[in-house]
């Protein structure tokens, strides 16, 4: 395997057009893993992650499933602990980490949105953003509304503030649930697989707040089977096998000319043969892998 820095691209490569320089730290990594090993039992799941996350990247990873792609996610938010390695979130290092006031605060950070959307049913939209920001970050309850208000604008849901999560569709309680991690005002988000359970017509839209947070320059990991979503707005893409990163690079190079045959196998499978190239003003073209590079 290459080593991260040998192929992660040049500093200066890395900012997104949409994204202005001021916004874009590219040279810290907000998130750096070094060779890190987890095993349940004797499962070995991670064998030896590295991964570095830019101040306003969006990176994604994908892989099959059983991969350890969640695994890794978990070990960024501190609630899974490797047996080894290293990993960091913006100088803290978080397998370090041993009480649970520290587990907390690094969990105000580093915002997580899964697929269950765990909203709180008892609770309005609005209270649903609010709670957290006045609980856990004592802040006051007439700027955690402003605030929750104006993210509601964001996720388009506005007028559904005074709903309940058991009144709003799996699109809509998706995007609370995005709107509610951004109302803890995190340095990150890390997504798992977040269209994953909601019904074909209601991805668009979830997909269409991330574009939008991805383009204000949130910096974003998103673990996805969401091949054309992960290529078009992804700075890096990092593909796993069996708890290792089998190869990372920009989204255009991993998705159309990926240097490893497992990666081609695993979008061939993914994909298909013919796969299209969107770019980022979304106009698509087919590319059809060069079978001969990979014939072994
Ligand atoms: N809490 C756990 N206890 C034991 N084994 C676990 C646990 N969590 C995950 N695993 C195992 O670790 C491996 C990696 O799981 P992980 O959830 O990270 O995969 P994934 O790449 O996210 O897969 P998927 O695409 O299906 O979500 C799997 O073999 C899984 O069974
Ligand atoms: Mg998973």
């Given at each position: 395997m290459r080593s991260v820095e040998s192929i992660t691209p040049a500093p200066a490569d890395l900012s997104r057009p949409s994204t202005t320089a001021a916004t874009?730290?590219?040279?810290?990594?907000?998130v750096k893993l070094r060779n890190v090993h987890l095993s349940f039992g004797g499962n070995a799941v991670l064998n030896g992650i590295d991964l570095d996350v830019f101040q306003g990247q969006a990176v994604s990873i994908i892989g099959?499933?059983?991969?350890?792609k969640s695994t890794i996610l978990r070990c960024i938010t501190g609630l899974l602990k490797p047996q080894s390695g290293t990993i960091e979130v913006d100088g803290t290092r978080v397998d370090l980490l041993k009480s649970e006031r520290d587990e907390i605060a690094l969990r105000k950070r580093v915002g997580f949105v899964f697929q269950?959307?765990?909203?709180?049913?008892?609770?309005s939209v609005l209270d649903n953003l609010v709670a957290a920001p006045v609980?856990?970050?004592?802040?006051?309850k007439a700027s955690a509304v402003r605030d929750a208000n104006a993210l509601l604008e964001k996720v388009r849901l506005a007028h559904k503030a005074?709903?309940?999560?058991?009144?709003?569709s799996g699109g809509q309680q998706q995007r609370v649930a995005i709107a509610r991690a951004l109302a803890m005002r995190p340095d990150l988000i890390l997504f798992d697989e977040v269209t994953s359970a909601l019904d074909p017509e209601m991805v668009g839209e979830v997909l269409n707040v991330i574009r939008d947070l991805v383009k204000d320059g949130m910096t974003c990991v998103l673990v996805t089977h969401e091949m054309r979503f992960a290529e078009e707005v992804s700075d890096a893409v990092f593909f796993t096998e069996a708890g290792l990163i089998v190869e990372h690079g920009r989204a255009e190079q991993l998705f159309?000319?990926?240097?490893s045959p497992r990666t081609r196998a695993f979008l061939t499978r993914s994909l298909g043969n013919v796969q299209e190239r969107v770019s980022r003003n979304g106009e698509r073209t087919p590319v059809q892998f060069d079978l001969h590079k990979f014939a072994v």
């Open positions: 874009v730290d590219a040279r810290r990594p907000l099959p499933s059983g991969s350890g269950q959307y765990n909203l709180f049913p008892h609770l609980r856990i970050l004592g802040r006051d005074h709903a309940y999560p058991g009144e709003l159309h000319e990926p240097a």
